[in-house]
C-alpha cells in the first residue's frame, strides 16, 4: 500500500511518529495492546521515512553556481 503526503515536510512527519511513540509510552500500563499498535506504526512510519531517498544538494558538477573566489581578499 503506498500513501501519498502532500504539504508535510520531513518535520512534520517526524512529530507524528514522536507524536505515536508517546501515545505509545502513555497507554503502555493501561491498555498494552494499544501502545504495542502505536509503536508498530511509528516503526513502519520511521522506516518507510528512513528509506525515501535523501535530496542531493547540487554541487559545482550539477551546473549549479560556484562562490566566487576569495583570492586576493
Known sequence: MA???T???HDDVAEIVECLL???AH???DAPR???RRREL???IGDAFDALPTAQ???PHHGAPTAPSQEGI
Open 22 to 24: 508517546l501515545g505509545s
Open 3 to 5: 500513501l501519498n503526503l
Open 57 to 59: 544538494t547540487p554541487g
Open 42 to 44: 511509528a516503526d513502519t
Open 7 to 9: 504539504g508535510l515536510g
Open 34 to 36: 494499544l501502545a504495542g
Open 27 to 29: 497507554a503502555a500500563q
